[in-house]
C-alpha cells in the first residue's frame, strides 16, 4: 500500500486535515491502534511517519467509510491486516476510476 508521500514525518495537525477529523480522533486511534507508533520529539509532539499515515487510511476505513466498531476494527487488523490493506486498495482504486470517469462525463 503506497501513498505519494512527500516528507519524512507528519504532525498531528497535518493528519487530522488529512482526514478532516479533529486531532483529538488522531490521538484515540493512536492509543486504541497498536500499529500506530508515531516518534515524539523534544517537546513530546507527535511525529508520524508515512506508514503511520497509510495505517490511519486502513482505520480510517474500516471505522468511517465501512462503519465497523473501533473493537472490529481492531479484530480486522489483528487477524488479517494484509486483506484490510488489500480491501482498502480496491476501494480507492474504485473512487479513482469513479471520479476519471466523473471528470470524463464532463466533455461529453
Known sequence: MT????????????????FKVNTSLIRYWEKEFDIIKPHKNKKGNRLFTPQDVNNFHIIYHLVKERGMTLAGAKKKLKENKEDAEH??????????IKQLLEELKEYI
Open 87 to 96: 480491501n482498502f486498495e480496491v476501494v480507492k482504486k474504485l473512487k479513482d
Open 3 to 18: 501513498y505519494k508521500v512527500e516528507k519524512l514525518y507528519y504532525t498531528i495537525g497535518e493528519v487530522a486535515k488529512m
